[in-house]
């Protein structure tokens, strides 16, 4: 190991002491003080040497240090002051960085903010109820004028009436509302009749005992003959009726609760045989069934009650869509029916008339009844011409 002579910074004796490319201390052999051979300091970015002299390599190996003296290999105390080495350390100065600019981005953020508070045009103020029923050039008061003085006699009235003075006049009149327990009880009555003949309905053990219980069934019936032939018949299993709520002049409409969540609703017409069920628009019944037009692609006008929605498929002959309006057109009268597209022209009545619809509806599905009929030597089965809107609504009334 090479031998450095120096001189000792603290008894400044000329001392022999053996250094290596990785020494940092030794303690002098003559007062045993720690002298440091190399150090940096970042503040300089000097680098100090402790009074190198001159480096020799002895023949000999040097002999042992005195007992009393230091050994190397114990850790030496870092000289220094131990916040100048902190502040120096990297990671704390790339924190320090860090942490100003954090600051600097909250503080533009409220700069930005109080700017904007500045900027904004203030509110109006709130007129309260009763400065806005006060007339021009008049002043509110404290306390608000009763409609009616606490020393008028009221006349008697009945349940549901009003009493009120009109304008200009002394008098108190009483009104009384349109319809009362009468019409109620009515009402209530047809809905109760409703109720239990759609409970008849839905049990019956097939359709020629449905069809005793459905409106206009001699025309009806063979169409359930055919109808049943291609589905399921017997009971339909339901769990309840909710919903029940006038139609019109004579119809009653139901929300029937099938077994599994699904719902379908039901309309009942009230007349002189009775309360009879709307088996067509229940059943969502057309002229034919809907998978035999598709497969044989009818191109004669046929009547169905479909749901209609907004759709946009341009293809084959419907691909101009700047002259042509799609709709999404929907059965229930087949479970799993297939959807097909509607067509017309954007400049027919009906267009207009099917625009309107669902633009009272929100742009969702509507029941509308069609005529429906395919091009000559159609490609495919699911793009057919809108050729009539019969109505709107499954109800033929």
């Known amino acids: 190991m090479p031998v450095t002579t120096l001189v000792c910074p603290h008894c400044e004796k000329t001392v ?21 051979l190399q150090m940096a300091e970042k503040s300089t970015k000097t680098k100090r040497r402790a009074l190198l002299m001159g480096q020799n390599e002895p023949p000999t190996p040097v002999s042992l240090p005195r007992p009393e003296m230091t050994p190397s290999h114990e850790p030496q ?23 100003l600019i954090g600051a600097g981005v909250v503080g533009l953020i409220v ?22 029923t006060v007339p021009s050039g008049e002043q509110p008061t404290a306390t608000s004028t009763p409609m009616i003085a606490p020393a008028d006699v009221l006349p008697p009235v009945t349940s549901g009436s009003l009493v009120f003075r009109p304008p200009g006049s002394s008098d108190l009149k009483t009104a009384t509302a349109s319809g009362g327990d009468g019409d109620s009880n009515a009402s209530l009555a047809r809905r109760a009749a409703g109720e239990e003949v759609l409970g008849r309905f839905l049990r019956a053990k097939d359709w020629r005992e449905r069809a005793l219980l459905v409106r206009d069934r001699l025309r009806v019936a063979p169409l359930m003959s055919i109808y049943y032939s291609k589905n399921a018949d ?12 006038e139609a019109g002049a004579g119809f009653t409409e139901h929300v029937v609760v099938f077994e599994g969540g699904g719902r379908r609703l039901a309309t009942v017409e009230h007349g002189p045989s009775g309360a009879l069920v709307d088996w067509e628009s229940f059943v969502g019944a057309g002229d034919m069934a809907w998978s035999d037009f598709l497969e044989a692609k009818t191109v004669a006008p046929t009547v169905f009650r479909v749901l209609v929605s907004p759709a946009g498929h341009f293809e084959n002959q419907f691909g101009n869509p700047s ?59 699911f793009q057919v011409w809108i050729h009539q809107v019969v109505q709107s609504g499954w109800v033929a009334k």
Not at 77 to 99: H, N, S, T, V
Request: glycine share 4%; proline share 12%.
């Open 16 to 36: 022999e002491i053996q250094a290596s490319s990785v020494t940092r201390s030794r303690p002098c052999p003559e007062c045993g003080q720690v002298v440091m």
């Open 77 to 99: 105390p870092l000289p220094g002051d131990a916040f100048d080495r902190m502040r120096m350390d990297p990671e704390i100065q790339q924190f320090r960085k860090r942490l």
């Open 111 to 132: 700069v930005a903010l109080v700017i904007l508070s500045i900027l904004r045009p203030p509110l109006p103020p709130k007129r309260s109820v009763a400065a806005a």
């Open 234 to 245: 017997g009971p339909m299993e339901f769990d309840s009726l909710v919903e029940a709520d």
């Open 323 to 381: 002259e042509l309006q799609c709709y999404s057109l929907r059965t229930i009268s087949e479970p799993g029916a297939k959807v097909i597209y509607g067509y017309a022209d954007k400049r027919s009545p009906l267009v207009k008339e099917l625009d309107f619809l669902l633009e009272q509806s929100g742009d969702a599905t509507v029941p509308v009844i069609l005529r429906l009929k395919f091009p000559p030597d159609a490609p495919v089965d």
